[in-house]
C-alpha cells in the first residue's frame, strides 16, 4: 500500500507542476502580447458590430479613466478611444488580457494601437504626425 501511495503522491506532484507551469506560461504570454506594440493612450477595439454603439464601447473603458475621443470605424467593424492617459489604456488592456471583452453577446478584442493619440483634420492639416486621422 505505501508504495502504492507513494506513487500517486509523485503523480499529484508531478500534474500540480505542470498546471502551475501552464498557468506562469499563459500569464507571461498574455503580458508579453500586451506589451508587443508600444503603450499608447489610444486603445484599438475590433469586431465591433454594427448593434455595438459608443455608449457600448464606453462602458467598456470608462472604469479605466477619462475617455477623451472616440471614432466608430464602421466600415471595418473596428474603433479607436484615446484615454485621457497611457496609464488607463494600459489598465484597460491589462484587465482585458484575463477578462474577455464582450458587448452585447460579441466578443470583441482591443489593443494600443500603433498611434500615440487621434487627431482632427483642423488640428494637422498636413495630416502627417503619427496621429490617426479623424474626420470633423
Not at 91 to 117: C, M, T
Amino acid at each position: 500500500f505505501s508504495l502504492y501511495w507513494s506513487s500517486i503522491k509523485s503523480a499529484i506532484n508531478y500534474l500540480c507542476a505542470i498546471s502551475l507551469s501552464s498557468l506562469f506560461s499563459l500569464f507571461f504570454i498574455s503580458q508579453a502580447y500586451i506589451q508587443m506594440s508600444e503603450p499608447s493612450k489610444v486603445i484599438h477595439v475590433r469586431n465591433v458590430g454594427q448593434e455595438i454603439a459608443e455608449n457600448d464601447l464606453l462602458q467598456l473603458v470608462q472604469p479605466f479613466g477619462v475617455v477623451t475621443k472616440l471614432v466608430m470605424l464602421r466600415a471595418k467593424n473596428q474603433a479607436l478611444l484615446q484615454m485621457h492617459d497611457v496609464a488607463s489604456a494600459v489598465n484597460a488592456l491589462q484587465y482585458y488580457a484575463n477578462v474577455q471583452p464582450s458587448i452585447r453577446g460579441r466578443n470583441v478584442y482591443i489593443q494600443f494601437s500603433s498611434h500615440q493619440e487621434l487627431t482632427t483634420m483642423e488640428q494637422n492639416p498636413s495630416g502627417r504626425n503619427g496621429g490617426d486621422q479623424v474626420g470633423s
